[in-house]
């Protein structure tokens, strides 16, 4: 059973940053995700297994980096200049493809969500 702790997260004023974490049982490719109400669960970033291949969303460009440490198998998730629109509880998942994928329907592992509020 692949689990993912999550940490991190809270709330910031805009402008200011948050780190996330989550911890795996394993190396996966692993996505962070993020869900407002009422709106499908979107691709914020993606990261190999290998730590060699990230995709980041548009809306995070330059703004967001993650990055992982295999000898712990934890990913982070470093958010700088957040806006309220970043707003949104944030999910780290867990994929046995090997390459980053950007769908939610390629991760089958998930994490319980931590809540971000970003206020103006």
């Known amino acids: 059973q692949v689990q993912l702790i999550e940490s991190g997260g809270g709330l910031v004023q805009a402008g200011g940053s948050l780190r996330l974490s989550c911890a795996a049982s394993g190396r996966y490719t692993m996505g962070w995700f993020r869900q407002t109400p009422g709106k499908e669960r979107e691709v914020v970033v993606a990261i190999s297994r290998s730590g060699d291949s990230t995709y980041y969303a548009t809306s995070v460009k330059g703004r967001f980096t993650s990055s992982r440490d295999n000898a712990k198998n934890t990913v982070y998730l470093q958010m700088n200049s957040l806006k309220p629109e970043d707003t949104a509880v944030y999910y780290c998942?867990?994929?046995?493809?090997?390459?980053?994928?950007?769908?939610?329907?390629?991760?089958?592992?998930w994490g319980q969500g931590t809540q971000v509020i970003v206020s103006s």
């Open positions: 998942a867990a994929s046995t493809r090997i390459s980053t994928v950007t769908s939610p329907y390629d991760y089958a592992y």
